[in-house]
């Protein structure tokens, strides 16, 4: 996925170096802490990697039930898979009875007898490696999919359904995987970020969107790879890691061959108002299962211009990009994998904002040259006006064809009026189809001049990228959310949903997942700043 | 999903649930009245919870409106019936090839955009040699006589030339339709056939961009051809139609 | 031109000709049959001569189109009076200025968007600092303090909030209008308001991308502001509104 | 109206001094028979200039009636002015009085008597130099106002009407001025090219336009004229003068402070199949008249890509505008009135099509850096899917403004489908007030690669125009257009409408105009080629 791109903005490799630096060093700093706790969804993961799946009668989750019990006796600190190994020892059941027994209330947590650390170790190492291999053999099916299917469209087109029903979520999808669409992302329902617990079976009542479920994953992914029969194309998955059970529905996309996930600590921070250490902690264990699963995260700056002003704060977007690139390879993610957030927001309205949006996409492209960044649409600044909208779609497809980015999302028609209608994403693809082909090697033609508009605002944004980086660096991550240093949008260190669900690792604690999939996915050598 | 193709509803996310976009303009100022106005003329087509999603004052007392709105009308799919041309479309050799072995003598087509209309390149793209996206065009039949007497060709002069080349085949072009001229001009065409008792000596066939087949039928041709057309799907229908006819 | 303001069509590019144009899907597989079921259904919807201008197949048997037609309803435009806030706009200093000479005391105003809709764009630029558009957003004005609760604000919770400042007018934005829940939540806020007798004791006002005077009016609030509504637009209200209830 | 060009795509100076060169010799071939014709229709021009307006009770205007009963008598080879103005020493009668007088058949041709030719030249040149002078107070009108008036959009948005009816024609010209746009064309009536007479009075009941009349000219004039008063700015009026009555069409919009004509005599051989020598006879005096009315007129080139493939024919449009200039030259057309025409009008299905758009684009900027081109939006390629018209409409503009055209005729939502509606105005006024805003300076900012896919098509397309230009000089524009190198359509020399219209010029031919209007409009040294 390297697109070759020139040194077209003039930039100072000495600045983007410094950029780099001063993220790592945010990102150290934050790593200096994640690695001492866990939480509870880190947990649940964790459950669910040994192969825990259903709900209780009252549709809680197994490993909602398995958590809760070991948080409420005292041991969860040790991690689950300790307890879970030494019940499995004693027992001789399989996990996924083990559970069932918890819930069932027949063995209680501490009736399981302590036993020598080398016996459960090696069964709890055995059962995660076989999970892990059952991860690679997903990720293995994809290669061989894509493999043998077309290339994708250069920008790739992704698309979102969001019927509330994942049966004619599946329809749609398949539609829009025979017009075209590389990507498919299934919203999800209103609010779900903010529970504590994966629902669990096929959706078909979902608000504003359809629940992330292991269930309705599996239903998407064989209408998208139906059609894939049909078209010969390789159509992608999406899906939202992001919120209060980031590591599970990584584990669930990992499981059902999703090829991409929302995937943004702080983005549930800013935008869903979620407890920073809580998200932070999720977040770098969820990175780390998609990593191993080889599914590309997106990231969420983009959002960051709907609240604040995408001409004003367009560097507040870079800067968040250097340290989500620091964090995403610290959790074993390759360049290749991230989906850096960016967007078309600037307000069409403002004379010469095509030459800014030039410049930020351009931006992008050239400070992280290896990653498929995801350019979301305007939506801000649109309108009723479907006319105008679908004219100012094509702008922005013509931005993203120019600048060489790899993961586009469209823009729908109706973006301000409803969720997308069957032909809005229709009409989407055809905008984007035209636009990518009739300018295809636009970008190969084209050269800024020295100085000037567009070479200008780049190295603008790129410096007040780095001051902003310098100070987080002095203040740390947390204070700049504090402070409203992104996205307009002021978050309190200790305040947000989910901080409970934090828990200060005991010395012992473990969990065999942290080093398979950090041995699977070592950073490339100079890569980490 | 569960479709039933008597009661068809129009579709936005949702099986049946009638969404439906609008757009017009109507003359009166911009303003909450006519924003009420534009929901008002909604209800009356049918629309049911109609939202303005634009309203723009158009100047000189005119209103432009986006509206959307959830329809309520059904349609009975199931008992649709549309008049189609039958025959499978050939290839340029194949169609020669036909010609030759089965009807054993050249066709001659006689072509032309008739009346007041004066676009010549919609008849061109089917009869010029050099064709259209890529597919050669009748002159370049090897089997086929094509006459291609242009635009702004009167009627009666068109068919004047049809009887003096003792044509198989009118192919007319209309591409004005601005207050059904073309509409008027192709009855004119049929019904002068008719007087001169010409109309079952030939194939008369019509096309342009707002032809289909049954407008072409309902109009009293034996064909019609719509956007999109290329010159083998013309040259197969008459090849195979001139065979049905000659009973071969 | 001679409009009959009691009988008014579609214009197109004469008076009366009562041109629309109309988008939608159909769950039926694309060709012939599709393209005569979309102009079936315009035509149930008044349209006469109907023309389908595309006809594009969306995969897995759905079809949309775009149509052109001539709609034969008309709407009698000369009857039709729409509720409208009255008071002109002020600006931020004259609002100000009113506020202090006139009612003599700070106006209290509370503001969020509530239920489950997480969208604060809308309702920070009425009341934010920094406003919105050039505008400065109510917090800024001396003589109002401003309390902006955020998103995903429970009714019950604002209203509460409400009473506890005193408040003298409750701002609440909707922006999500899927399966129409902004109806559903602007009412359980009134249905509250009144069951605990706080209906007349402050102004209730609610704004969004959907919402108008007349919804809002319907719903029973004093006051709605829709797309383009400027800080100034909503003090002023306030301020007016505020007097003339004090006789003033 | 010099818009400052570099020379972004590494043009040979030589190669486009050449191509003048060879245009010039091809104009010089035309001019060398043009002046020894008059035509019916300069006739009926100079009548009109002379004050003859009206026509009889059968509608014929009095200008035809007049030069009718000149040529029936033998004499219009003199040309129409003497005898006019012998008339006018042997009746002491105002030319209206000489025309009805004829007209009611109470005047005879043959009864005038003879006089001295100082006596009678006197009295014509009289005459003539009020009309001229007449013509000069209303450019000075249009300069008045102009100056007053905001300037114009960059590239000026020029939209059509087209309802058949004058006055609804004249609510929608308004209204479009309203809205923004600068230029407002009248479609005419169908056919209205092929009558060799101008109708009189005012159109209630067009089809697919209204007639040009002078009626017509003046109630849309006043209806634009209100308008400028409310909006401050000036919305210039356009007509058509090509077809058999270019230089009548011309004296009214001279007249009516008409402010474009399209002017065309290739236009009227390959489009309308008018005779050649009628129509390049007419053209010279038409354009005489624009040049000194001040008025800019409009070529046809664009039209060739309607019968003609864009991107293998797109060197007879630069070919043929290097002709256009020369014969506009030689009719005192300054540079800056020749609104010389080109068109955005590759498939839009092409793959790299847009480059190949801004090529051409850029090339007629750089040819032809003084005039005021005409752009002409997409048309044959736009299909009945309104929206994506609309985006490609929206890269048109983007074309536009990137390469520093002038007159922008807007594209419509409704290109496909039928003339168009108010609301497709006003729709095409919103996208290019996007665009040509959002995209100011971008042309200022891009730099074509060296050798790239953009320059080498311009530098093609120059060469291929060089060599046409070449052979066309040795064989002659009558001949070129015989063998059909312009928009795949073949004329005859001697074929087409309107050929009897030509009258070889007597000796004794006088028409004051031409010197009065050449004497006026002096080509600056060194522009003749
Ligand atoms: C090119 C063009 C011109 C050229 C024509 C050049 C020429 N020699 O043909 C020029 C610039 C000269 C021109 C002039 C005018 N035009 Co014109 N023109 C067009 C345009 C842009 C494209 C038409 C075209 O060539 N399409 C491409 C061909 C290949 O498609 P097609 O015609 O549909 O043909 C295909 C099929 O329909 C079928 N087909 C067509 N005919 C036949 C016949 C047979 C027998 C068969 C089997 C098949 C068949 O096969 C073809 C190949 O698939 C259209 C707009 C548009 N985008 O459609 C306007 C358009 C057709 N023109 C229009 C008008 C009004 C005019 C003018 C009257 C304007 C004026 N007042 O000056 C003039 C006068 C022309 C006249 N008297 O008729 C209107 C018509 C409005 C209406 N619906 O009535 C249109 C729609 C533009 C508009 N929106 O205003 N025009
Ligand atoms: C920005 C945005 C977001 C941001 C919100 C950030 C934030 N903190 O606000 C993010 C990215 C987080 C987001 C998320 C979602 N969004 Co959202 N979002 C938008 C977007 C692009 C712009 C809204 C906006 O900010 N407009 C600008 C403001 C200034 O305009 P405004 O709200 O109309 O406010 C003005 C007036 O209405 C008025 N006003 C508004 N409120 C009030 C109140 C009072 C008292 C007064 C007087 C005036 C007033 O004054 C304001 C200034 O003039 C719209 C699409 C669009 N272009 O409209 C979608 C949109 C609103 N979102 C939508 C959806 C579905 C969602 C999600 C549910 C999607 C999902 N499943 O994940 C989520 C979840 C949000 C939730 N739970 O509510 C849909 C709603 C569909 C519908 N009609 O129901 C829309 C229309 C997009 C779409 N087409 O799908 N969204
Ligand atoms: C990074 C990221 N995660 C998640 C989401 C969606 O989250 P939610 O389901 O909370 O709306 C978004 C929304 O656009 C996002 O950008
Ligand atoms: C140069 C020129 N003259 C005249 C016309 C219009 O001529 P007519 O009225 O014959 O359609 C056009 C059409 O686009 C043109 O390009």
New binding site residues.
């Given amino acids: 996925m390297i697109i070759p791109v020139d040194n077209k903005l003039n930039l100072d490799p000495g600045k983007v170096k410094l950029a780099r630096e001063k993220a790592g060093k945010i990102a150290d700093r934050l790593h200096a802490w994640i690695g001492d706790y866990t939480t509870t969804t880190t947990e649940r993961a964790a459950a669910r990697l040994m192969g825990i799946d259903g709900a209780d009668e009252s549709g809680v989750p197994m490993a909602n039930v398995m958590v809760d019990e070991l948080a409420r006796s005292g041991i969860l600190d040790h991690g689950l898979v300790p307890w879970l190994a030494r019940s499995i020892v004693a027992r001789e059941e399989s996990p996924q009875e083990i559970a069932e027994a918890l819930a069932a209330g027949s063995l209680k947590v501490e009736s399981i007898p302590d036993c020598a650390e080398e016996k459960w170790r090696e069964v709890a190492d055995k059962l995660a490696g076989e999970a892990a291999a059952g991860i690679k053999a997903v990720k293995a099916e994809r290669d061989r999919l894509k493999s043998k299917a077309a290339p994708p469209n250069k920008p790739m087109l992704y698309v979102i359904v969001a019927t509330g029903n994942v049966y004619e979520d599946a329809v749609q999808a398949e539609a829009a995987a025979l017009q075209g669409a590389d990507i498919v992302a299934v919203i999800r329902h209103t609010g779900q970020s903010l529970l504590d617990y994966v629902p669990y079976g096929p959706t078909t009542e979902g608000f504003g969107g359809t629940y992330a479920t292991q269930e309705n994953f599996r239903i998407v992914r064989q209408a998208l790879d139906r059609a894939a029969q049909k078209t010969g194309r390789y159509t992608n998955l999406v899906n939202y890691a992001s919120g209060l059970c980031m590591p599970e529905i990584s584990v669930m996309g990992a499981f059902e061959r999703l090829d991409m996930m929302l995937n943004d600590a702080m983005y549930g921070i800013l935008f869903r108002d979620i407890n920073m250490k809580r998200t932070f902690i999720d977040q770098h264990f969820s990175r780390m299962i998609n990593a191993y699963a080889g599914i590309i995260i997106n990231t969420g700056e983009d959002n960051y211009l709907t609240t604040a002003d995408a001409f004003d704060e367009g560097h507040t977007v870079i800067a968040s990009q250097f340290i989500n690139e620091q964090l995403a390879l610290r959790s074993g993610l390759k360049e290749e994998q991230m989906g850096l957030g960016h967007a078309f927001e600037i307000n069409p309205a403002m004379e010469d904002g095509l030459l800014m949006e030039i410049a930020q996409a351009q931006l992008c492209r050239e400070l992280f040259p290896r990653s498929p960044l995801k350019y979301m649409p305007p939506t801000k600044h649109v309108t009723g006006d479907i006319f105008k909208t679908y004219l100012i779609n094509g702008m922005f497809n013509l931005v993203s064809v120019l600048t060489g980015q790899e993961i586009q999302l469209l823009g729908m028609l109706t973006e301000a009026i409803h969720t997308p209608f069957i032909s809005d994403r229709y009409l989407s693809i055809k905008n984007a189809a035209y636009v990518f082909n009739n300018a295809k090697h636009l970008g190969e033609e084209i050269i800024f001049r020295e100085g000037g508009r567009i070479q200008e605002r780049a190295v603008f944004l790129l410096n007040e990228a780095c001051k902003m980086l310098q100070e987080i660096d002095e203040i740390s991550l947390e204070t700049a959310m504090e402070k409203g240093m992104f996205a307009d949008i002021k978050r309190s260190r200790d305040g947000g949903k989910g901080g409970t669900g934090v828990i200060a690792r005991h010395k012992d604690y473990y969990n065999p997942f942290f080093t398979i999939f950090m041995n699977d996915t070592k950073v490339e050598e100079g890569r980490l700043s | 999903m569960n479709i039933d193709y008597s009661s068809v509803k129009t579709y936005g996310d949702t099986l049946n649930d009638g969404a439906m976009q609008v757009s017009f303009t109507l003359p009166v100022p911009a303003g909450d009245e006519a924003r009420e106005a534009a929901r008002q003329m909604a209800l009356k087509m049918g629309l049911d919870s109609p939202s303005v999603t634009e309203m723009a004052d158009l100047g000189a007392g005119f209103t432009f409106f986006v509206l959307y709105g959830k329809c309520k009308h059904t349609v009975d799919y199931s008992v649709i019936k549309v008049p189609k041309q039958q025959q499978k479309v050939m290839s340029f050799k194949e169609v020669n090839e036909l010609i030759k072995k089965e009807l054993g003598c050249r066709i001659v087509v006689v072509?032309a955009c008739t009346g007041?209309?004066?676009?010549?390149?919609?008849?061109d793209?089917?009869v010029n040699m050099k064709g259209?996206a890529g597919e050669y065009g009748l002159e370049r039949y090897p089997e086929i006589d094509a006459y291609n007497l242009g635009?702004q060709v009167p009627n009666a002069e068109l068919l004047a030339r049809a009887v003096e080349l003792n044509a198989d085949a009118v192919?007319?072009?209309q591409?004005?339709?601005?207050k059904n001229i073309h509409l008027e001009n192709l009855t004119e065409l049929i019904e002068l056939a008719e007087a001169e008792g010409l109309r079952d000596r030939m194939l008369m066939?019509?096309?342009?961009?707002r032809?289909s087949h049954e407008l072409a039928i309902e109009l009293g041709y034996d064909a019609g051809?719509?956007?999109?057309?290329?010159p083998n799907h013309?040259a197969s229908y008459i090849a195979a139609e001139l065979m049905r006819r000659h009973k071969i």
Same sequence: chains 1, 4.
Avoid at chain 2, 175 to 178: E, I, L, N, S
Avoid at chain 2, 205 to 209: A, F, L, Q
Wanted: hydrophobic letters at 45%; one cysteine or more.
């Fill in positions: 072509a007041s209309d004066a676009h010549t390149v919609g008849i793209a089917i259209y635009s192919l007319v072009s591409v004005v339709t601005q066939i019509c096309g342009g961009p032809i051809f719509g956007p999109g057309t290329l013309v």
